[in-house]
């Protein structure tokens, strides 16, 4: 994806209410920060926030966290707030090498939506379900760790599907056409673009259960 730059996106973001600022002061606070004892769901990579937004206006009884690492990307869902009051929304801007510097088993459910596929075999540790990543998620979860993704990619979706498995994710519901499924679909702003073109969207729903 090309990056365009926005014209004084730091300050943007900087200046924007539902952005975490210090999002390590927050680590195993994130109740405290939302004022009540509801899950929290994060998306890694929210891009321009369609997704992230629609999920907190839809469930307005789940905390949502969006995260994304550019500036110029979250300025785009910044834009989109304007005018909206959804307390059970908050943004960070970050890295997802450092996820396990800012939660503490705190996260219900994570969001993978049309990550970046990292096609070239000597990147596959880059990609967001390589075990590397998996790994770090153990130490942010509360509970039996969830991890849904969205991609047009198949050789992506091919790599998490081997990659959750052989970490002991149960792969609770899989499609290879979202959009023929009988879900409740959030849509992502490249999900609409993709379904508009034709292009299948492949899902996956796993659950890693913890033994008790």
């Known amino acids: ?45 929210m891009g ?39 307390p059970n929304l908050k943004l960070i801007r970050l890295d997802a090498i450092t996820i396990d510097e800012v939660f503490d088993h705190e996260v219900d459910t994570i969001y993978l939506n049309f990550s970046d596929p990292w096609p070239k075999k000597r990147h596959a540790k880059r990609r967001l379900t390589s075990s590397i990543f998996l790994e770090k998620y153990e130490h942010i979860f509360n509970g039996n760790p969830h991890i849904i993704q969205k991609t047009d990619n198949i050789y992506l979706f091919a790599s998490s599907l081997s990659s959750l498995s052989t970490f002991g994710y149960i792969l609770e519901r899989v499609s290879l056409d979202l ?34």
Do not use: W
């Open 48 to 86: 321009k926030g369609d997704f992230i937004i629609g999920m907190a206006k839809k469930y307005p009884d789940i905390n949502f966290i969006g995260i994304e690492k550019y500036e110029s990307v979250m300025v785009r869902a910044i834009q989109k707030l304007d005018g909206e009051m959804l």
């Open 1 to 45: 994806m090309r990056l365009r730059n926005v014209k004084n996106a730091v300050t943007i973001v900087e200046e924007c209410d539902y952005v975490i600022k210090e999002p390590k002061e927050y680590k195993g606070k994130y109740q405290q920060l939302f004022a009540n004892e509801n899950p929290i769901h994060i998306e890694i990579g």
């Open 179 to 212: 959009e023929n499924e009988e879900l409740d679909n959030v849509c992502t702003e490249y999900e609409k673009k993709f379904m508009s073109m034709g292009v299948k969207i492949n899902y996956v729903d796993a659950v890693k259960y913890l033994k008790k």
